[in-house]
T-cell receptor, first 113, second 116 residues
Framework: GENVEQHPSTLSVQEGDSAVIKCTYSDSASNYFPWYKQELGKRPQLIIDIRSNVGEKKDQRIAVTLNKTAKHFSLHITETQPEDSAVYFCAASSNQAGTALIFGKGTTLSVSS | GAGVSQSPRYKVAKRGQDVALRCDPISGHVSLFWYQQALGQGPEFLTYFQNEAQLDKSGLPSDRFFAERPEGSVSTLKIQRTQQEDSAVYLC??????????????FGPGTRLTVT
């Protein structure tokens, strides 16, 4: 089955710096890759996703890139702000609606002002 | 609009007790998922419903775990004879199951279960 590895497990940056979180997956059938942000005690929130027919997607300060050949995808946050501090999870699933998401172990991002 | 809701938000059970966790998905969402999130880990899949049909229960850790969605909307996850290793946050997610947005899963706030 699918296995998703996520790095780093913790990331500390200064406000205004960029942050990059990387994930690799094992199943070549996976073609949907969402990213979730989870604040302490809160629900995971979908912040951006990408499908395998595109290599990059951007939404304001966040962007995701996908390399299907290498089976890895990354989250890029520019101009980080203290409110970006949270745990970020990447996930992967195959190309059918209703397929379970397989999550990475998460990255704790701390943005200091 | 209303998102996914779950109740109770917190549940403390003595070892051996049965518990029932409720999920109200986004109205009209066809797909409903249950995940288990241990402390410091990512969510792990438990089971999936399409309307009232349970199409995948491969993630349920034992036969003490049972889920249902009898009318294709509200779902209940039941854990019988709870054990300490069942302590976790139980998350429910729903997706429309239709069209281009069919993949997007929206999560509820979770139920934190503590077994003492």
């Amino acid at each position: 089955g699918e296995n998703v590895e996520q790095h780093p497990s913790t990331l500390s940056v200064q406000e205004g710096d960029s942050a990059v979180i990387k994930c690799t997956y094992s199943d070549s059938a996976s073609n949907y890759f969402p990213w979730y942000k989870q604040e302490l005690g809160k629900r995971p929130q979908l912040i951006i996703d990408i499908r395998s027919n595109v290599g990059e997607k951007k939404d304001q300060r966040i962007a995701v890139t996908l390399n299907k050949t290498a089976k890895h995808f990354s989250l890029h946050i520019t101009e980080t702000q203290p409110e970006d501090s949270a745990v970020y999870f990447c996930a992967a699933s195959s190309n059918q609606a209703g397929t379970a998401l397989i999550f990475g172990k998460g990255t704790t991002l701390s943005v200091s002002s | 609009g209303a998102g996914v809701s779950q109740s109770p938000r917190y549940k403390v059970a003595k070892r051996g007790q049965d518990v029932a966790l409720r999920c109200d998905p986004i109205s009209g969402h066809v797909s409903l998922f249950w995940y288990q999130q241990a402390l410091g880990q990512g969510p792990e899949f438990l089971t999936y419903f399409q309307n009232e049909a349970q199409l995948d229960k491969s993630g349920l850790p034992s036969d003490r775990f049972f889920a249902e969605r009898p009318e294709g909307s509200v779902s209940t996850l039941k854990i019988q004879r709870t054990q300490q290793e069942d302590s976790a946050v139980y998350l429910c997610a729903s997706s429309s199951g239709l069209g281009a947005s069919s993949y997007e899963q929206y999560f509820g706030p979770g139920t934190r279960l503590t077994v003492t």
